[in-house]
């Protein structure tokens, strides 16, 4: 299995950028996706996660800023990131996982490699 994220990348406050998580060796459709991230210094946090269905469930910090969507055919999650701020500055990591609609990390079973997102003031 592997979920390979892209898109980061240095922007400014105010910005927007596209991350993608293309997976490949799991019945994709089958699993809930999830994006977390770690900045410096802190803990790991969820961020959204879209089950199958394409249900999903936003951090208070990013609900209204960040839109997740998948497309089952083929085998990717996107998460579009508007109106970034400098919290937002972490590594981004998707996620895989078969507890259907999960908040926590240790439910999930497959990460990707993470990619930086950095927001300037």
């Known amino acids: 299995v592997q979920l390979q994220a892209s898109g980061g990348g240095l922007v400014q406050a105010g910005d927007y950028l596209r991350l993608s998580c293309a997976a490949s060796?799991?019945?994709?459709?089958?699993?809930?996706m999830a994006w977390f991230r770690q900045a410096p210094g802190k803990e790991r946090e969820f961020v959204a996660v879209?089950?199958?269905?394409?249900?999903?469930t936003y951090a208070d910090s990013v609900k209204g800023r960040f839109t997740l969507s998948r497309d089952n055919a083929k085998n990717t999650v996107y998460l579009q990131m508007n109106s970034l701020k400098p919290e937002d500055t972490a590594v981004y990591y998707c996620?895989?996982?078969?507890?259907?609609?999960?908040?926590?990390?240790?439910?999930?079973?497959?990460w990707g490699q993470g990619t930086l997102v950095t927001v300037s003031s």
């Open positions: 996620a895989a996982t078969l507890r259907w609609g999960s908040l926590r990390n240790l439910d999930y079973t497959y």
């Open positions: 060796g799991l019945a994709f459709s089958r699993y809930s």
């Open positions: 879209i089950v199958s269905s394409g249900f999903t």
